[in-house]
């Protein structure tokens, strides 16, 4: 048995990737190539997230200060410091924690032989993070060390923004679809003086070909990994992937859910026009056309107010160009916007809204989901009734109330992204106990489970068990309700919208589209609120097909009884 | 695998541990004192509620190297008794003195770390591993948790542990899903081992298990005792594989240890009238070999409401009866039993406003009338008069919903010091063997000759 000691012995992932780097540095390369492509937005996106980072650090920052402020002011400047001070150390204990956790695997008290038991091990542990921390940012706010730091930050994101310059493969520049059409009939300023509408098809080609290629990549990569670096032969995961490859109403779902975040998240190069020139500022925005053998120019704005569709004669329909030779793949709305560039950036809105309202929905009730079944008793009796009121009242009443009083208000966060954020947060306050509801069960058949009192009788922590023992048996039934949740969400922002609450204008909504178009359904312009009707009920029933598919892929036992299952959901959806 | 038992900690202590076990030096090497233990369960609701008194104090000692039996019918509370040991339950009352400190007065950190001391192997191999995660995983945790060495250690130590046990060291990155009952079983036997325990409770360890592999798994649990010294609580409701196994043996009945003893002492010799209940069910191999069968009637007493004397009186078939019934029918007096039980179950039952209504309007489906009760329990059988008399009185009281005279009645009539007083722990033989029963009292004759004059007749 000896001999066969070393094959087995282990080696970290890194180890195994050195020992037989082809197959994994050949994906990499691939991986850049493609992020190559689209330097220019990667830098964009770094510099984003940077930003909105260092914007919510400084907020931290500057809590100890706020309240030095408002301490010194009541009970003088003794205090005051004092309030700072301490408040200070309460951020870098919890950061400490933060740290702990996520950073720092092992014991450092152990490590560095400080043993004083048990039960000071662990207090010792988060003091001796946060002396760090301390002395940390100490040095960075105190010495040179911090405008160091400084130009550091600003050096990289200065170099960032070099790269942002950059042409991606799927910008509008690259492939321009705005141009005019000359007195000889040929066109001016567009893709190889292709037509707009070819020039058009050619960069949303280019965009959803890219989409598709990561994709294959990144599955190629999972193959990859499964083939070559993976030490267990099989795994449980295999099997639900397996299933789901073979599921064709979640794969549906998968291709509709994939398309729909395709166009949220390229919504800038897919739109015809730029959402600023066209939706947000069309009167500071000009473009060329030619009129008569003299090239003109005109702003979006005044061109819009003649190509309205309002019916009758006046109307710009599907795959049509308006008198501006301007292309409009859906035809323009009533105010003369275009259409398609309205519903790709609506779905970006739509996209976010669900995503965060879902998220934290999802957050919530795991979190709750897994300390009710693991505690039981007070806690649970506690969460039963508060999401029993919750769920009580009538929900989508609740959200308009709650949406018109702090747009009414005026509050500060209804100003961020149009409502959006404030629309995803009265979702979220008001969803979860559906979600929690759903998980219970499966939380509370878990939480029974015996590998859980063993690791309650070799000393596990309640939290790690929670993660590691509890958590992944929920997860598969959250991602099913989440998804479901999804679709919920998204019709509900649409049906705010469209009763004119919601996310307001400009910000594109597909809900408020639907609205405005309703006088025209029976007109010439038809398409303004039959499109985004449609694009709703796809992209909800894509989700749900989505959910349903990862559902028979994780839980095999629901497969016997698929045709049941099948009935009760189109019932349960109809 | 041999060389696995050259590895040096566990060898050490292992010989010290053979060396005592070999002495049998029996008061000096005791490792687990448990005292008056109780662990009750609260009653569900807001309310409280009469708690369920699963273990209601017992009290005995494991020595260091051997392995108790804890025998019982399900529901007796032996699990409950092995979950508290481990303290997955905590104790009501009592103490546990593991090396004379208390574990039952632990909590937090010191708690965590006294766990490596004491572990518990569980009945049902595909509920205590997690699925989701790979064989090594699972046998490594307990010494994540404790910290132990550097990762690499850890996985080297796991593998061997897998060798150990009988598996393979490269079903390291398998999971679960890919192995048989019993090969479940020995993984969560090497989850025990990870932590280098010295104690480790035994909750029915094959019973989920295939009778081809169980023997097996015992030989490897008798094979690792030997190996690094264990001390085992083995609990099992499978007498001959008790047998097998244990040096001592703990009978329990509804929260209350009946008798504790020598193992093969036990089994040829019963002392208290429960052990010779339970033993008297097991099919004896030689059927030339006439034997007594005792039948016990009835079900366990609902332990949230057990009997006031003796725990077994309510079926035992050695009751002490007062003289002049000493030689009733033993069927009649089965029958008088069940409607003590009856009239029992009555007293505790509240009452509701429908029930009320429906008793003034002359119906109590409940419960059935008393008339029925009686005609049920009595109409077959040939009553003595004496014994008549009582019944109608107590048939009066009954009609009045005055369950507690009735009883009091029927105490009074047929009842004995088994009813109205726990009995004391007596030691019954040479080598200490304890049994919770009154006749082993001078004024009563032992609970053998009893059956025997009962059972032996019919
Ligand atoms: S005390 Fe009485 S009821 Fe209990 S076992 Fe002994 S004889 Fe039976």
Known sequence: MSDSYDEFDDTTLRERIEANPRPALLWALGVLVLLALEIGRVAAGIIRVGESARFALGGIMSIPATIEESVAGTLGAGAGTIAFLLMALVLLVIAAIVVKWLFVPVS??????????????????RALITAVLGVFALLIVATPLGSAVEALIDGVTRGLEAVNSIQPITSRETIPNEGYRTGDGGWEGTFLGLSPAWAWALRVAVVYTYAIVWLVWLWKGYEIFREHYREADWTPRDDSINRLRNHYWGLFGFVVVFLFIVMALWAQPLSPVTAEANLYSPYEHEFQYYDDGS???ITHGTANVQTRSQGGDSNVGLMSYDQYDRFAPFGTNQDGKDMFTFLAYGARVSLVVGVLATGLMAGIATALALMTAYYKGLLDLVTVVVSDSVISMPRFLIVLLLSVLFMQANHPIAAIYDGGILL???????????????????????????????????????????????????????????????????IGVAALSFLGFGINPPTPEWGRAVDEGRPYVSTASWHIATLPGILVVLVVTGFNALGDGIRDAIDPESETSEGDAGAAATGGGG | MSQESTRSEPAVSNDVDVDANATKDEDEDVMVQVRDLRTYYEGGGLFGGTPVKAVDGVSFDIKRGETLGLVGESGCGKTTLGRTLVQLESATGGEILFDGADATELSGAELEEWRRNAQIVFQDPDSSLNDRMTVG?????????HDWKTPRERRQRVRELLDTVGLQREHYYRYPHQFSGGQRQRIGIARTLTLEPEFIVLDEPVSALDVSVQAEVINLLEDLQDEFGLTYLFIAHDLSVVRHICDRVAVMYLGHIMELGPTEELFTDPANPYTHSLLSAIPEPDPTVEKERITLHGTPPNPRHPPDGCPFSTRCPARIRPDQYEHLDNELWTRINTLREVLRERERADRTVTDRIREMLGKDPRFGTVGEIFDELFGDQQVPEDVETVLDQVADHVRKNDEATALEILFEAFGSVCESEPPAYYTVSDSGRQSFCHRHDEGYRAPDRVLDERHRQQ
């Open chain 1, 295 to 297: 090239l003109e120019t």
């Open chain 1, 108 to 125: 450092l008290v152990k490590r560095l032989d400080i043993d004083r038991g048990v039960g000071t091990n662990d207090v010792l542990e």
């Open chain 2, 137 to 145: 995983e699972i046998v490594r945790e307990p010494l994540d948790v």
């Open chain 1, 424 to 490: 995803a947060l009265i979702f979220a306050g008001t969803g979860w106990p559906g979600l929690w509801r759903a998980v219970r069960g499966p939380s509370l058949q878990v939480a029974e489970q015996e590998w859980v009192d063993a690791a309650r009788s070799y000393g596990q922590t309640p939290a790690a068990t929670m993660r590691k023992h509890m958590s992944p048996y929920i997860a598969g039934y959250m991602l099913v309700y989440a998804s479901l949740t999804l679709g919920g969400v998204i």
